[in-house]
């Protein structure tokens, strides 16, 4: 009688053949993660009390990029103010990628920003992070943030003259914070410029997969999707995009 072969080295031997290829040129900033060549670089500013979904819902979404075949796929990372572990407002435990105040960073094509515990009070007034923010902004091609991360955006002064959204209970407290701001409410996520800012939660994915569309049409976007067992279907999404 044969022996079944276990569904879990099935799926492992699957996995393995999705696999980029020895053959990719890859940069390595010392001990930091290898950074495959010709691929968009995608980093995620988190900091101590960073909500989970809003942080591994588009890190899903892009780091799927690699299985797709005949696009420039992304490279995820993270980047903090700190080599020790964060940890997030659920209790995960995150070792960053890079220091944004010590390390030598690669160029960041799309910077995300997850909400944290404290993007309404003291991270706003972290000055080094928002000048991390603000350089980055300079050469960025997206800027995204997900629910409260918006805060974090407005304050950088990387939001004046564009239209945003954030967390649904938390859209008085920007307008009153921000008063100049044009805040949108009863929309997942706005696009305006460079700039998507999301309602966060579950809906980051939303927000995330919107962007793919963008960047690489609608099909490649309905397959990440389906990687991910999501139903993805643009028109049905509560959106703005500014013209």
Known sequence: MKTPIPLLLIGATLFACSQPTTKEKTQNLGSKPALVDNRYNVAFLI???????????????????????GIKAMNVFTVANTNDV????????????????TDQLPKIDILVVPSAEHHLDTDLEDTKMLDFV?????EAMYMTSHCDGAFVL????????????????????MRKMFPKLTIHENVLFVHDGKYITSAGGAKSFEASLYLTEVMYGKEVAKKLAG?????????????LVVE
């Open 154 to 173: 407005a304050k950088a002064g990387v939001l004046d003259g564009h239209e945003s959204t954030t967390f649904p209970s938390d859209i008085g407290k």
């Open 86 to 101: 964060i940890t997030s407002f659920e209790g995960m435990r995150i070792i960053p990628d890079y220091n944004y105040l």
């Open 134 to 138: 603000r350089k980055v902004d300079k």
């Open 47 to 69: 900091m101590d009390g960073v909500y989970n979904t809003e942080l591994t819902a588009p890190f899903d979404i892009f780091q799927h990029t690699i299985f797709r075949e």
């Open 227 to 239: 990687g991910l067992v999501i139903d993805w279907d643009l028109k049905t999404v509560p959106h």
